[in-house]
């Protein structure tokens, strides 16, 4: 399965943003989903994942209240909504697909990453 994530861009403080990450060469349906994100010189850390088959879900704290991991089965796609966007959410976006749930080495499949940045 190839990953491919959209959806970044620019946005002031406050605003949202909604990211996707489509699955192409087979169906995330015995993968967790998961989105990290990494700003410059930090490590690569947890958002939030979705178990494809039941939907249950898992946010960071960090992000809690704010952003909501969902998806849609027949577009074989997953989507992290971001609202009330803060300055220190600036990072790329990474999607993966694995058994998930929190660390990236338990996930074996990335997209390429989609760059947020939001302004002050």
């Known amino acids: 399965v190839q990953l491919q994530a959209s959806g970044g861009g620019l946005v002031q403080a406050g605003g949202s943003l909604r990211l996707s990450c489509t699955a192409s060469g087979r169906t995330f349906s015995s993968y967790v989903m998961g989105w990290f994100r990494q700003a410059p010189g930090k490590e690569r850390e947890f958002v939030a994942a979705?178990?494809?088959?039941?939907?249950?879900?898992y946010s960071a704290d960090s992000v809690k209240g704010r952003f909501t991991i969902s998806r849609d089965n027949a577009k074989n796609t997953g989507y992290l909504q971001m609202n009330m966007l803060k300055p220190e959410d600036t990072a790329i976006y990474y999607c993966?697909?694995?058994?998930?749930?929190?660390?990236?080495?338990?996930?074996?499949?990335w997209g390429q990453g989609t760059l947020v940045t939001v302004s002050s």
């Open positions: 993966a697909a694995g058994m998930g749930w929190l660390k990236p080495h338990m996930y074996d499949i």
């Open positions: 979705i178990r494809w088959s039941n939907g249950d879900t």
